[in-house]
């Protein structure tokens, strides 16, 4: 049994199929590339996995309990409460990065753990008390190298700046998973990089485990230990990232790498 | 001769404030609560408020105010309450004028700031709702720890817009004899004195003034975010 185990995934917008039978496992501390074309499902995947979208078919479990099936999202079935406490696996970053603009850097991590922690108050269960929640939120902000930073808001920032606001924003609830939805894809080019380093560091220190969509082929060969190529709404690969960059199987992936290969050479 | 017409346009201006700062006081919420209502997921519920916004705003205020004054005395036999308050520029006798105009104004007026509301709320991306979403808030977390910040400071200019106008709409409680500042220049006016009715335009123009400031004071104090 893997940690992550996502199972025969299906998805329809109306009539247009978006994903297609989709399945693949992932080990705690591991991390995903998604990679394909735009229009493929890449982002519509993530966004099922979070419950923004409901799933038309097929189930996602952690450690072997089922966290999302096709019941999920019905509003009149049970299960569509336990979407919050499910919700907690994962951590979510933009593309657009999201941040409230009424926060500063600090505040928009704090919040969602203050909110959190006032629930659990309220609930009679052990809680942090605010000086706690800052502290932790500052030593976030300190791992994506943002402290002095703290009491920018976030049109003070450059988009790099922000989206690693967003990134230690998504790690303060301490997501099992955290997701990137291509992170990179807004911002000016001279900006990907001290993302990119970032998320590098989360991995190589934290060792959390990611599944990360992105156009950024390098840097998927680079971090990633699965790469999963979506075409067509299907999974045309799966596998470590020298079984699916060197010796692709399937010819749409083939086909993919060729004209990525291309365009990296002109 | 005028500090005595003075003291009377002061009367009647006290009025105009006092119908203003109560229209705005019921008007602000009301309008809220009908654009939820505009936007709920209930069919029924939203396309009766609809009906109601459109009505609202499609008909005069001045018919408003007489419709609001006059038909439930005619149909159902109701009276505005009269009030006494023991001010002598306030008999009872009148404040069921008043109380009527004050009615038509906040309905008239929360039927706009409704669609201003809606507006605001709308323009927020719903990249802001998901991301709060994904952060684990419900839905009244969202709403006032996350949107209503962003939309008001989106509609602080059509608000202010709104505001201003309703300062001199005020007038328009004089057709059921409500005795604001215009009622009092205009029976100046039929004695045969004209200047009393430039002067009251001079009152609106002043309290304009002060309150255009009040507002652009609140649009730079929310200045420090972008949205």
Known sequence: MAFLEVRNIEKSFGKVEVLKDVSFDLELGEVLSIIGSSGNGKTTLLRCLNYLETIDGGAVSINGEIILDEEYGDRKNPKNKKISINRKHYGLVFQQFNLFPQYTALKNIMLPLELREKERKKKGLNYLDNKQIEEESLELLKKVGLEEKKDNYPCELSGGQQQRVAIARAMVLKPDILCFDEPTSALDPELTGEVLKVIKELKDEFKITMIIVTHEMEFARNISDKVLHLSKGKVASFGTPSEVFDNPANDDTKQFIASYERMKNE | ?227
């Open chain 2, 1 to 227: 001769m005028f500090w005595k017409i003075t003291s009377e346009l002061l009367n009647g201006f006290t009025i105009s404030i006092f119908l203003f700062t109560f229209t705005l006081l019921f008007s602000l919420p009301l309008g809220l609560l009908m654009c939820f209502c505009t936007m709920s997921k209930v069919k029924p519920l939203s396309i009766f408020m609809k009906f109601i916004v459109l009505i609202l705003r499609g008909t005069p205020l001045m018919l408003q105010i007489f419709v609001i004054f006059y038909v439930p005395g005619l149909l159902f036999d109701f009276q505005w309450p009269m009030i006494n308050t023991g001010w002598e520029w306030f008999d009872s006798s009148f404040s069921s004028r008043f109380i009527a105009a004050l009615v038509a104004f906040s309905v008239n007026y929360a039927a706009y700031f409704s669609e201003i509301y809606r507006g605001g709320i709308q323009s927020i991306p719903q990249g802001q709702y998901e991301a709060a979403e994904v952060l684990g808030m419900n839905k009244r977390q969202i709403f006032f720890k996350v949107i209503l910040l962003q939309v008001i400071k989106r509609i602080i200019p059509p608000m202010s817009n709104e505001v201003i106008t309703l300062i001199k709409d005020t007038s328009l409680a004089n057709v059921i004899a409500v005795t604001e500042l215009m009622f009092v220049a205009n029976l100046k006016l039929k004695t045969g004195l004209i200047w009393p009715i430039f002067y009251a335009g001079l009152f609106y123009f002043i309290f304009n003034g002060i309150v255009t400031i009040i507002l652009s004071k609140v649009e730079k104090k929310l200045s420090y975010f972008k949205v």
